[in-house]
């Protein structure tokens, strides 16, 4: 990624919000931050070059994935 990343914020109906930043070439969701837990940056996998790079520790909002998608792995904890 290059130059400054540019930011949406979202609001949850909780209150809390969600800081994506997004690569300014291509659009791609690089990073986002959770006011919850505002410590936490949450890079999505897809955004790696190497799909085995890492496994997931837990999986969310699977109700909500696309049907192709497949969540792997023995020591996911599958919240939702």
């Known amino acids: 990624m290059t130059g400054q990343a540019k930011e949406w914020v979202r609001t949850a109906e909780s209150g809390q919000t969600a800081t994506y930043s997004f ?3 291509c659009g791609s969701t690089v990073r986002y931050v959770c006011s919850g ?3 936490v ?3 999505p996998l897809g955004a ?3 799909p085995y790079f890492a496994c997931p ?3 969310v909002w699977e109700e909500r994935k696309h ?3 497949e969540i792997v ?3 996911v904890e599958h919240l939702d």
């Open 73 to 75: 792995g023995e020591d």
């Open 57 to 59: 520790d837990y999986s």
């Open 48 to 50: 790696l070059d190497d």
């Open 41 to 43: 940056i949450a890079i």
């Open 37 to 39: 837990d505002p410590d």
């Open 67 to 69: 049907d192709w998608v």
């Open 23 to 25: 690569c300014p070439e």
